[in-house]
Every structure is written in C-alpha cells, then in structure tokens.
C-alpha cells in the first residue's frame, strides 16, 4: 500500500507562485535539535528542492540575510530561490544528504587519511572566511539570539550546562559555590580575547555538506560576533566526529598558520586561550545532550556523551593548567556515562 504525500500548503503555494508547477511528492528530514520543519520536494522532473517552515522570524531573518550576505563573499551556502510573505517559510537550494560527518563516519577503522585532514583543511579555510572577510561587514543587527558571544552569552551556556547537564548525570552532592568560582575563572579568560569577528556559532561536521567533491555549509543562523577560538573549537571538539587528538593539534596550527595571512595574531596566546573555549563550547554542547535527549526525547543525542566526557577529561588534565579547577576536574572524573 502506497502512503499518501504530506502536504504542505504553504509551500505549495509558494512553490507555484514562484515556479509556476506543482511539487509532486514530499519527505520531511530530521531537524536534529532545531524546531523547524525541513522538507525535500520534488518537481515534475525530479528535481529537488529543500523547504523550511518555521514560526520562529527572528531565526528566519537572520538566516536568510546572512545567506545573502554570505554568497557575495562566495562562500557555498544554499542559494534562496522564495520566501512568503509572513516570512514563515522559503524554498532554497538542496545540497543533499552527506555531510563531513558522514564522510569521516565512513573512513576505514577509524583512522583519518590525507584526503580527510585536507577536507578539514578547506572547512578551515572556509571558517575564516566567514570570521573574518564575511564577519568584517556582516549586519549584526539581525542576530537573534545574542549580539555577540560575550559575558551574558558566556553565563548562559554556563547555566545551561549545570541545569540541563549536571542535574541528570552528576550522581554526587555538589558544592554550587566552588563549581561557580571556577565556571567564572573560565568565563574571565574567554573574556580576555577580542570578541570583533563572526562566530558562526554551530561549525561543526554536519553542518558541513558535500556536494559534487565541494564544501557547503549550513546552519549559521545563531551567529554573532565573537572570538575567534569558538568555532575551531566547535570543529575540533565536534564529539562524535572523534577526530584524533593528534590531528586536532595539526589542525589547530594550521588554522593559525591560515589566519595570520588575514590578520596579526599572538600564537602562544591564542593557543593558551583556545583551551578555555573548547571547554566553554563543550560544556554547552553536553547541555543540549541533556536537554534534547532527556527533555525533548530525542536520545540519539546521549550518544554524544562518552565523547564529550573524553574530551573534557583530556583537556582538563593535560591541556589547562590552571589548579584553580580543580573542582570541575573532580566533576568529570567521577562522571562515568556508557549508552
């Protein structure tokens, strides 16, 4: 028995309008932990397209503008082919199901090659173009979450850690005191570093599609100014990416080595900083993990976390020196979380 098609009024009258056809058929994608409805449809020739309701105008704006702004920098971003009149919905470019993460996902036993360390090469390449080229005269005004990732930003992750993170995995009694003092001295070096760039906020593999051997990317609608340390984090530290440590280390000198091409930067600074960011960065991503996989029951999301856990505990213990955390040291040690 053949299913009937969902359908989607708003987007076929927008397809129609636009396109003067009709979609032919429909299948609603994954969102992962966005509330959007994204939809592939399809045209009388086959050809394919990708739809997005979403109620939410803030997101919708700042997407489509800095999608805009971003093609005119060249960067692969997917082209907006309509949008409605309510802004609620659009029709844009389809890039197709692989992602780097798929990419990597596929590499024979786990080990990364040539060919995978020169896609993240060009996905670093690509990161500082928007950072810096893109970011220098981006519209900040349609960020709509945070106008730059600063203190208030900082204390929110935080928080979102401890009340969607901590609260369901950390078993022991715990000294809200000691873990603010630290989760402050964290907060106070990512402070330190200038915060004038675009941080594209979620640049992580799946973000990052492949079309036709060319990078493409997603999913920027969070950005806002920053520093630069964030994103790099977020690619290296991505958790089931499980990038080798020794990789992320090439990279990360590599990213330096690329940036200073555009602007001057401090190595040893921006090495010593760049540690206080991917801790602030997982912390928040563990946050999600709790929220989405226990609240909104999407559970493929706690399988994120003995990466998580790894990560942290391998940066705390030989990549921050500072013995003025060692209570969150404790935490993650006494953590053990197997799904």
């Known amino acids: 028995m053949v299913s009937e098609r969902i359908k989607y009024p708003q987007l076929e009258k927008l397809f129609k309008k636009h396109f003067g056809e009709n979609i032919t058929n429909t299948n609603p994608l994954s969102s992962h932990g966005s509330d959007r409805q994204i939809i592939r449809i399809w045209n009388g020739t086959g050809k394919t397209f990708i739809g997005i309701i979403n109620e939410n105008l803030g997101e919708n704006k700042a997407f489509l503008n800095f999608s805009l702004h971003f093609r005119k920098y060249g960067l ?56 810096i080229e893109a970011g220098n005269t981006l519209d900040y005004s349609y960020c709509y979450q945070y ?42 070096y990512a402070l330190e570093v200038p915060r004038i760039y675009f941080l594209y906020r979620d640049f992580q593999s799946r973000n990052i599609m492949l079309k036709n051997d060319e990078l493409y990317f997603i999913d920027y609608q969070s950005g806002r100014k920053g520093a630069l340390q964030y994103d790099l984090a977020s690619l290296l530290y991505d958790a089931k990416a499980n990038i080798p440590q020794t990789i992320r280390e090439l990279l990360t000198e590599y990213y330096i080595v690329q940036a200073k091409k555009y602007i001057r930067i401090d190595e040893e600074e921006f090495r010593n900083h760049f540690w206080y960011f991917a801790l602030i960065r997982i912390l928040q991503a563990m946050g999600a993990y709790g929220y989405l996989g226990i609240v909104k029951g999407k559970t493929n999301f706690l399988e994120s976390i003995p990466f998580a856990l790894k990560n942290i505990n391998f940066i705390l213990e030989n990549k921050i020196n500072d013995k003025k955390l060692s209570y969150i040291k404790k935490i993650f040690q006494e953590i053990n979380y197997d799904t």
Do not use: H, W
Request: proline share 3%.
């Open 76 to 131: 692969n971003v997917p082209e907006i082919y309509c949008i409605s009149d309510d802004n609620k919905s659009y029709i844009m470019e389809d890039l197709g199901d692989t992602t780097l993460f798929n990419k990597i996902n596929a590499r024979p036993g786990g080990s990364f090659r040539e060919t995978e360390i020169d896609l993240y090469k060009s996905a670093i390449n690509e990161l500082l173009k928007f950072q």
């Open 147 to 188: 106008p730059e990732f600063g203190k208030e930003n900082i204390e929110q992750d935080l928080k979102y850690f401890k009340q969607r993170f901590l609260i369901n995995f950390y078993k022991s009694t715990l000294d809200e005191n000691r873990l603010n003092t630290e989760l402050d001295i964290i907060k106070g």
